[in-house]
């Protein structure tokens, strides 16, 4: 990969929401070759949330929306971790070691920061900038995707809405969903939004008192083009209800 390590699709769009994607790609960055993983464990959703960029470009089109993305692997910098977290360059992730980041140097992890992470997160609050600027609130909406099954636990949710403490945006929407009686909504389920844990959510719109979502797909349910479209419609339909209301 060369150049930005990140996105931004419809960076005119006129819509206050603001779509954010912090585990868009599974691509590594020039001079990191493959992390010492095989191209099928690249593929697997350690290394990325599959199907999210898709679900987010869809509802980029959708609502005319800003949309930025990730275009690093989590596993080289995991765009949604604080420096400080032992996950920002996971060692091991779910069982899988990740040879290159055993026992990374402190320079090593501060420079994948500095040169992965933190533009992703400026181009997030360029977008934002511009948004106040011309007199909207944004709205921060943040999507994610979920393997169907972690440490042998399998997860029936097909959706899920994950929050903490702010329920103006959430509550809504998962009362929109579960209207619907045809899919399994989670409630802060197999995740909850943790300001302590989580970094865009919080960073970018909590300590503003922006309104927002944080969703997470299953897997199985957006990895294919069909299935995309499909939950890209769910969702933006809920949620045009929801901010029109």
Known sequence: MSGQPFRVVNAGGRSPIVLICDHASNRMPNGYGDLGLSEAERQRHI??????AAVC????????????????????????????DANLAPAISDGTPVPANQNLAEDERRRRWEQFHQPYHQ?????????????QEPIVVSIHSMTPMMNGRARPWQIAMCWQEDERLSRPMLNALRARGDIVVGDNEPYSLD????????VHAMRRGLRHLQVEFRQDEVAEPAGQRRWSTIFGDCLKVVLST
């Open 195 to 202: 300001r302590n844990e989580d970094y865009s959510v919080p």
């Open 57 to 84: 470009e869809h509802l980029a089109a959708r609502f005319d929306a800003p949309a930025a993305l990730s275009q690093v692997s989590r596993l080289v910098v995991d765009c949604n971790r604080h420096f400080t």
């Open 123 to 135: 181009a997030i609050e360029d977008v934002i900038a511009r948004k106040l600027a011309g007199g």
């Open 47 to 52: 290394a990325w949330d599959i199907g999210a």
